[in-house]
């Protein structure tokens, strides 16, 4: 191989490529051809060539900044030829110091980070800022800092809304025409094709009717038929995570806490299983179950059966909970209060009653139809609750007050009811699915869409996150696309449909150390947080029976000392050993002139009566009548 020929790196402007010095150096590079220069040569030339390459940008550079113009790439010679490439550079623009002072002197015409809108602001705040009169300095600096964080955090949050992916909207028609008159086909065609693959069907005519059931982000689909078909997919991808045949009558499905853990309400008892379909764990306590409801917060599983009962168990540590007899016979209606885990159960005789795991009889047991209930559901906010009666009638109940607010007339009366998460209502009516808008606040006299099945509807359920509607029937499955009926943008540390492996153990352990205690389930979510006048009367009334008083309350404030005597921990224990000293004192005072009183009363009671008709001294005998 033969070695490369020098290349010359550098000429003067000032010399032309014919003059004596150029073929001077040509007849070098002949010389050189035939010689090969070792390593440490090589790296000696190098260093000359770098050297002698920044003398001369140096010399452009300073001829360039007293003509005062640009040099542009492909200039040509005097001759009239193009420069060699290697000759040729970049475009430099230069400028002069007073320039450069110019550029950095120059204001911002936006100063400061971009206005928030105050409303915006507001709804992330916690409240109004504490007025600190305290004369500890550390500790008024550090809760100082505190409201200033609270502050940041709140614009933060409000500046962070324009990150806000997506945005939600309905269905508006034209005029003339109404939403309701929109097929599922013609919503596929004008959709775009992301969208358009979430509304399909599944055709299992083999062994229906079915059951179905979503995850809390919404992303895993569970299946189950009544001849013994299980089924547990991720339906946004199709991907299909097991499929078996319990060989049993299956009731009713419901995911757990995560899509690794399921329920399944068989023939005799309630069985879990795994993603893999694998069988976990018998539940024989739970016999006959026909209704199973999670609640996610607690770890709770509550099933109610044919028998009446009612139970309640803890998937966490496999305990049971609660048993109640609710003794109201066959319970098949059954749906939970997602704002304070209440169960609301329906019954034959067309009342609902609410039940909590602390209570062994109903909190509240309403009338809500003359006939019996075939379907309850709840919304988000937990102030409505839907129920539907064989009498075909559709009600809304606010559920703070018990009073009814709307009363619809559906044809075939609805078997089946689900609120979305924008609270849009669906109900199944025989084999015709029918969704409406605001029907809690405002009469509606038109449905917001509709939609025809083949079959008769067994179950419906909202995707939450998504705007879809699950409808499972006699056949198979359908998904529905509904606009407007979910979240458009999720939390990630409350339901994450994307989490990886990783985060969905995080958050399953994080949800086993943020579990509800059963016995916190209440009406009211906020009453626990506020001070139960019983049990301070009680309190007081003992201390009545212990003392013989109840000590008044002494406001005392420690002077303040020097040397570090004025600490918090210091002041609070010479007010807390004032304050027993003065209560000590107080009730001793007190005691002395009860103790008083009831000598004085004594003394009286000697020298004015007589019990029984008897002297009340030996020698009285003797005094004269």
Known sequence: MKPKKAQRYFVDEEKQPGSEEVKSDQDSDKRTASYKPGPSQEKSENDTRTSGRKEHTKRRTDKHKQDGHKHKRGQQSKDGKAEPHWKQEEEIELYDDDEFRSIENRSDPFEGDAPVPVETVE??????????????????????????????????????????????????????????????????????????TKSFELNLPQFGPYHMDFTRNG??????????????MDWITKNLMFEINVMETIRDVQWLHQETMLAVSQKKWVYMYDNQGTELHCIKKMNDVLKMEFLPYHFLLATCNANGFLQYLDTSVGKMVAQHVTKCGRLDVMTQNPYNAIIHLGHPNGTVTLWSPNVKEPLVKMLCHKMGIRAVAVDKSGLYMATSGMDRQLKIFDVRTFKPLQAYRVPYGAGNLCFSQRGLLAAACGNVVEVYKDCCKTTQEKPYMRHRMNTTITNIGFS??????????????????????GEANFDALEANPYQNKTQRREFEVKALLE??????????????????????????????????????????????????KSKGLKNEQRKQGKKEAYRREQIREEMNEKQKEKRFQKQEEGRHEELDGQPRHALDRFRKK
Not at 180 to 193: N, P, R, S
């Open 123 to 196: 709804r992330y705040e916690r409240g109004k800022k504490n007025k600190l009169n305290i004369r500890n300095k550390k500790l008024k600096e550090h809760l100082q800092k505190k409201e200033e964080k609270f502050g940041v955090a709140a614009k933060q949050a409000a500046r962070a809304e324009l990150l806000l992916p997506e945005d939600s909207g309905f269905l508006e028609a034209d005029e003339g025409d109404e939403t309701h008159q929109i097929l599922q086909t013609d919503l596929v065609d004008a959709v775009d094709i992301t969208s358009a």
């Open 219 to 232: 992303r895993f689909l569970l299946l189950g038929g009544k001849m013994g078909h299980l089924a547990g």
């Open 464 to 485: 939450p996150y998504e705007d879809v509607l699950g409808v499972a029937h006699a056949k198979g499955y359908a998904s529905l696309l509904i606009p407007g009926a």
């Open 515 to 564: 579990k509800i205690q059963p016995e916190m389930i209440t009406l009211d979510p906020n009453k626990i947080s506020e001070i139960d006048e019983g049990t301070m009367k009680q309190r007081k009334d003992e201390r009545m029976q212990i003392f013989g008083i109840v000590p008044k309350k002494v406001s005392f404030e420690p002077t303040y000392k020097m040397r570090g």
